[in-house]
């Protein structure tokens, strides 16, 4: 398995966050943490990265990455698109793509991965040169999608892309999301509030609930349940 | 008008030092969101530095290579050392730093190379630059070399991918760590290049205003006042704002009477305070545009 996460604890100061949160994800494929606000989803993200103090063990192919630092884990090609989507915003379009590739040395690769970036999204292509901060909400999130790709993660972490997004919008970003995974291999780990979304795209879902797994299933499963689909997913 | 002119270009020359440590104070800024008080001691240590080299017998290039190298190497150990253990500490912790650092290296410069005055020489020359007796060679000197280290920072930070990471480091220092940057690094290497642009100001205006421990003093408190006025979020505008301070303080303290000599250092504090109350961001300091 590409991911074990096991008794995963998180912490904001002395506040715990996270209380022994377990699950794996294998290569190339999309599963979904669903739950409601509060329940510790971004948290978990957040954990993954080491950007919160956390305890427990987190592998990735076989290495305990559980006490590594940010940017070490980020070049095992993990790569975390935030919830607030972490644009540069005074960088311009085409700078943030540079920056997505900061880790790698190759110069015509990464030229060429800012034009296949540019090939999911023509849209960033016209603003290549724009301040980023001048982005609509879904262009900065596509412009969060290219960066987070410029790593040429092999897993990504996605919290609510959908966040904030007119629903055209989401449904385009969605369908780049699976294409990407189909057509690259890029593993994913989706956080979403919008749960049919995610149950659509993911094959497995876990529903967190204040800090702690409390069921796990096939989306199909999940999805179809009644009772479930009340208490945890709101729709 | 020729007195207006020599006065002008007067206020250039000193204006160009205090652009080098408003540009040294900005670079610091921008990483640790704080001033470094001790910014001009650093300088003066550099200065020392080359000082003593030249003293014995080495040439000036030389001298001046070494104090620049040394002063980039200390800036970063002083950050590793000192700084980067109380980065999260409330900014009164920092401010003592601060201080700290500013006394101590005040007391090694005096306890090393003494309290006595001594001059330093200048690589330029003193004679009247093309025969003109409005502005002398070593003047001329230190308005371009402040020019030339603001354009090669110019095309560091807008063409390197390093200069990129800095900036990255510096405006978003979580989603910079995201994108695998070594935030720490980054503001290491910011004190470094700080530190040396600082030794560079402290070498050209030492021949001037002469070598002793306290002689950046005044010279600080112009750059703080060219790097408040030119915006401290901008570089560019931190040198333009001490040329500015240059330009007026010399002018005020030749044609306004009452000033003189005297009242000159009383300029800096009323710009920065009149800065502070209609422009607070400077008059170059952007505002950042964001949609939501």
């Known amino acids: 398995m590409m991911l074990e996460v096991e008794g995963l604890d998180a912490f904001y100061g002395e506040q715990q966050a996270l209380f022994g949160v377990g699950f794996g994800l294998d290569e190339g494929r999309v599963r979904t943490l669903l739950g409601a606000n509060g329940a510790g989803k971004t948290t978990v993200l957040r954990a993954l990265c080491g950007m919160v103090r956390r305890g427990g063990d987190v592998r990735f192919d076989g290495k305990r990455i559980s006490g590594w630092a940010t940017e070490d884990i980020v070049r095992l090609g993990i790569a975390h698109v935030p919830d607030g989507r972490g644009t540069f915003l005074r960088v311009t379009v085409e700078e943030n793509l540079q920056l997505g590739a900061m880790t790698r040395r190759d110069r015509a690769g990464i030229a060429a991965d800012i034009e296949q970036v540019y090939g999911h999204f023509p849209r960033l292509k016209e603003r290549r040169g724009q301040q980023a901060g001048t982005l609509s909400g879904g262009e900065q999130q596509m412009l969060a999608v290219g960066r987070a790709l410029m790593l040429r993660p092999r897993l990504m972490l996605l919290d609510e892309p959908s966040f904030g997004l007119a629903p055209l919008v989401v449904e385009e970003l969605f369908a780049t999301l699976r294409e990407l995974n189909s057509a690259m291999g890029v593993a994913m780990l989706i956080v979403e509030q919008n749960a049919a979304l995610a149950l659509e795209l993911a094959e497995h879902a876990y529903l967190l609930e204040t800090g702690r797994i409390v069921m796990d299933g096939p989306s199909s499963v999940i999805g179809a349940d009644e009772s479930i689909r009340r208490s945890y997913l709101g729709y | 008008m020729e007195l207006l002119l020599q006065q002008v270009l007067a206020g250039l020359a000193n204006g160009a030092i205090y652009a080098l440590m408003a540009l040294a104070v900005v670079m610091i800024y921008q990483a640790i969101d704080h001033l470094n008080f001790a910014q001009g001691e650093m300088a003066t240590f550099s200065a020392f530095i080359a000082w003593q080299l030249i003293a014995w017998d080495q040439p000036y290039w030389l001298a001046f290579a070494v104090a620049v190298i040394a002063s980039f190497v200390g800036g970063i150990v002083i950050e590793r050392i000192l700084f980067r253990p109380i980065h999260n500490a409330p900014i009164l912790s920092q401010l003592v730093a601060f201080i700290a650092l500013f006394s101590i290296l005040n007391s090694t410069d005096g306890e090393i190379w003494n309290f006595t005055i001594k001059t330093f020489p200048t690589p330029f020359g003193r004679e009247p630059l093309f025969g003109s007796r409005l502005i002398s060679t070593h003047e001329a000197g230190m308005i371009g070399v402040t020019l030339v280290i603001l354009g090669l920072l110019y095309l560091f930070f807008r063409g390197s991918r390093l200069g990129l990471a800095m900036r990255?480091?510096?405006?978003?220092?979580?989603?910079?760590?995201?994108?695998?940057?070594?935030?720490?690094?980054?503001?290491?290497?910011?004190?470094?290049?700080?530190?040396?642009?600082?030794?560079?100001?402290?070498?050209?205006?030492?021949?001037?205003?002469?070598?002793?421990?306290?002689?950046?003093?005044?010279?600080?408190?112009?750059?703080?006042?060219?790097?408040?006025?030119?915006?401290?979020t901008s570089p560019g505008g931190a040198v333009a704002g001490g040329f500015i301070v240059g330009v007026i303080e010399n002018l005020a303290g030749t044609f306004i009477p009452y000033f003189g000599r005297e009242l000159k250092l009383t300029i800096a504090l009323v710009l920065i305070t009149a800065v502070l109350l209609v422009r607070p961001s400077g008059l170059f300091g952007r505002a950042v545009v964001s949609r939501v």
């Open chain 2, 168 to 232: 990255a480091a510096a405006a978003n220092p979580d989603s910079a760590r995201l994108v695998g940057i070594r935030v720490g690094w980054m503001i290491a290497l910011g004190w470094g290049m700080s530190s040396a642009i600082g030794a560079v100001a402290g070498m050209l205006i030492a021949p001037v205003v002469y070598l002793e421990p306290n002689m950046m003093l005044g010279v600080l408190l112009y750059g703080f006042t060219g790097a408040v006025l030119g915006g401290m």
